[in-house]
């Protein structure tokens, strides 16, 4: 049974950081790329950050890329997601996500396993 726990949300001012970690079980964690989802209230779900198996290869959401970084460490099944610059917008529920794939997609039907989601709130 695959388990991911997200942890590191938070209340923070505009223009402050944070950053979010993950950690997984029940799985094979060097072979599943992993990524960061989030959902805003009243909006749909929607793609962060991915990162492949190894860590070699990234990819960002538009809004977010040069201000999020998105990085694993395969030895402590944990990934993880630095948050800079953080905005108003940026406040969501931020969800974790093990993918099928070791290269993956932002295809929210590719994900095996979620977590339950960690509250982040900017303030302006």
């Known amino acids: 049974q695959v388990q991911l726990e997200e942890s590191g949300g938070g209340l923070v001012q505009s223009g402050g950081s944070l950053r979010l970690c993950c950690a997984a079980?029940?799985?094979?964690?060097?072979?599943?790329?992993m990524a960061w989802f989030r959902q805003a209230p009243g909006k749909e779900r929607e793609f962060v950050a991915l990162?492949?198996?190894?860590?070699?290869?990234?990819s960002y959401e538009d809004a977010v890329r040069g201000r999020f970084t998105i990085s694993r460490d395969n030895a402590k099944n944990t990934v993880y997601l630095q948050m800079n610059s953080l905005k108003p917008e940026d406040t969501a529920v931020y969800y974790c996500?093990?993918?099928?794939?070791?290269?993956?997609?932002?295809?929210?039907?590719?994900?095996?396993?979620w977590g339950q989601g960690t509250q982040v709130t900017v303030s302006s």
């Open positions: 996500a093990a993918s099928w794939w070791s290269y993956g997609s932002s295809d929210q039907s590719t994900f095996r396993s």
């Open positions: 990162i492949n198996w190894s860590g070699s290869s990234t």
């Open positions: 079980s029940g799985l094979t964690f060097s072979d599943n790329a």
